[in-house]
């Protein structure tokens, strides 16, 4: 079994280059790369929003029912090229592409998100005979995903053409869980018996992710620590329990990134490339980027911080001591988009502070790369962390990460000055904002008065290896074993723990 080549369909509402609002369109574009690198057929699967301007190859339409209405369903494909280890490779790429349901900006927050994605489950149920693509694997991603784990395993596993595909459901986080009023049940079109504890109900609601965590054969989260927080009150979201009772199907696979995307000797974004032997060229996209944002072209340490602004990102820490920040002999960059109170704060920030801090509120994936390569460190204070990308980005572009130790984050960095010869940024364990300017000042005194040291750190992110290399066979393993554990889910709730083959 080991051996054998599987067939993977990965499941995504969103994918680089196509669609990205966070780390998940990160992951979507660059796992299935190194899969295919391993010798699986893996295919991605993703809705074909208004944004995404390119006009596929069609292959097939059908109609999906959604509660009393009838929906066209039209399947586009593209063969994206890319390279890998130098060679020159495609990669497909399938769309769900709905007038009614995608055809529209953005990509979540609308009202009838609960329709959208359970159309887009159905829909690549309903696809996979059409297309001849029978998969070993589906692999689901977050709450939009969890309702085709549900459907799998109560209804289309009784057709033969079905029966043997196994589910893993990957949590990137359990925060944004789809928990929508009782009557979703009704797009389903299959009654209420999924409503229950056992099931689908979540506190009166129909919860999509708690569908995925229930039916899928597997789960995983991007990171060992976080498969672990997941399981207590404190970052369970509720699910704590449900979390602790599949405790043997749970394994943390940290992230990996692309290093053919994100490479600082090849990047065409950024100003000047460099690499470990040139790594002193860095310094010249740290002066074009104060060029660009208008502040003073010098040798002050620059902090950049690139994030979706919700509370989860330890923002308010931020804020709290933005003076004590700013008063300090350095600059900050940050690049965000989301919730309009964290705006309006750094829009407040950025007027008080000119010369001193440069704000853009908006999704820029341009300047986002010239911020990873242009600054010296990188700001990540999470109140919790899944995995977290922007620490590993930095790395790989010699921008040291000061970091709060959750999660992913804690398993990725280790603080300079607890054991300064595998350090490879600051971090700081409690949410607090005291604990959070330490670790700023320590990264400083380090930056100003230990260049020496400072240079060695950069040299060090540079040569760590995050691509996906080790964690792709964590996941071929997994795959191998949600194939051999078939057919369990649900039942597995009540089961015993499991032997652990990957963390
Ligand atoms: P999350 O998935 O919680 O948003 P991650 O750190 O895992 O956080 O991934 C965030 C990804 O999104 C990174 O690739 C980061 O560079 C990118 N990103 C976040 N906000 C922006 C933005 N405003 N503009 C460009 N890229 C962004």
């Known amino acids: 079994m080991s051996n054998k080549s599987l067939k993977i369909l990965f499941v995504s509402a969103e994918a680089s280059p196509f669609a990205k609002t966070g780390g998940l369109a990160d992951v979507a574009g660059s796992l299935p790369k190194a899969l295919i690198e391993l010798g699986h057929d893996v295919r991605v699967v993703m809705p074909k929003y208004k944004l995404i301007k390119a006009n596929f190859e069609y ?274 960059v940050l690049l965000g988009a989301g919730d309009d109170y964290y705006q309006d704060q750094f829009r407040r920030i950025a007027a008080q502070y000119p010369g001193k801090i440069a704000i853009h509120i908006g999704f820029n994936a341009h300047l986002a790369q010239q911020i990873y390569a242009g600054c010296d460190m990188f700001l990540m204070p999470s109140r919790f962390e899944p995995c977290g990308l922007g620490q590993i980005i930095s790395l790989r572009y010699g921008t040291i990460p000061v970091v709060r130790a959750t999660g992913g984050l804690a398993e990725t960095i280790t603080d300079y000055d607890l054991d300064p010869g595998k350090g490879n940024g600051f971090s700081f364990n409690n949410f607090s904002s005291d604990e959070m300017l330490d670790a700023i000042e320590r990264a400083l005194q380090v930056y100003s008065d230990k260049p020496d040291e400072w240079n060695e750190l950069i040299v060090r992110a540079l040569k760590t290896d995050f691509s996906w290399n080790v964690s792709a066979k964590k996941y071929e393993e997994l795959y191998y074993h949600a194939a051999r554990m078939h057919g369990r889910a649900v039942d597995a709730i009540n089961d015993q723990p499991k032997k652990r083959i990957a963390e």
Not at 89 to 118: E, V, W
Not at 156 to 171: A, C, K, P, V
Not at 243 to 265: H, M, Q, V, W
Not at 326 to 331: E, T
Request: hydrophobic letters at 35%.
């Open 59 to 332: 292959v097939t339409d059908f109609p999906v029912k959604i509660d009393n209405l009838v929906e066209t369903c039209v399947i586009r494909k593209t063969e994206l090229p890319y390279t890998i280890n130098n060679k020159k490779k495609k990669q497909i790429f399938y769309f769900t592409d709905s007038f009614r349901y995608f055809d529209r900006d953005g990509i979540y927050g609308h009202s009838d998100d609960a329709d959208r994605f359970i159309f887009f489950c159905k829909a690549i149920l309903e696809m996979l005979p059409l297309i001849n693509f029978k998969p070993d694997i589906i692999h689901c991603n977050d709450w939009h995903t969890g309702p085709l784990c549900l459907l799998l395993k109560e209804q289309y596993s009784f057709i033969e053409f079905y029966s043997n595909i196994s589910t893993i459901y990957t949590i990137h986080n359990l925060e944004y869980q789809g928990n929508f009023p009782s009557d979703v049940v009704r797009l389903l079109n299959r009654g209420y018996d999924v409503f229950n504890a056992e099931k689908a109900e979540f506190y009166g609601m129909f919860s999509f992710m708690k569908t995925g965590l229930v039916y899928s054969d597997i789960i995983s989260t991007v990171s060992a620590v976080y498969a672990r927080e997941i399981q207590t009150p404190q970052c369970g979201e509720r699910l704590e329990g449900l979390l602790a009772k599949r405790t043997g199907d749970l394994y943390g696979i940290l992230n990996g990134i692309s290093y053919e995307e994100f490479n600082p000797e090849t990047d065409k974004t950024i100003a000047r490339n460099f690499g470990v032997e040139s790594f002193e060229d860095k310094k010249e996209n740290k002066y074009a980027l104060q060029k660009e944002e208008g502040l003073p072209v010098s040798d002050v340490p620059v902090i950049g911080l690139i994030s979706r602004l919700s509370g989860q990102k330890g923002l308010n820490l931020i804020i709290e001591k933005i003076d004590d920040i700013l008063r300090k002999d350095l600059q900050f």
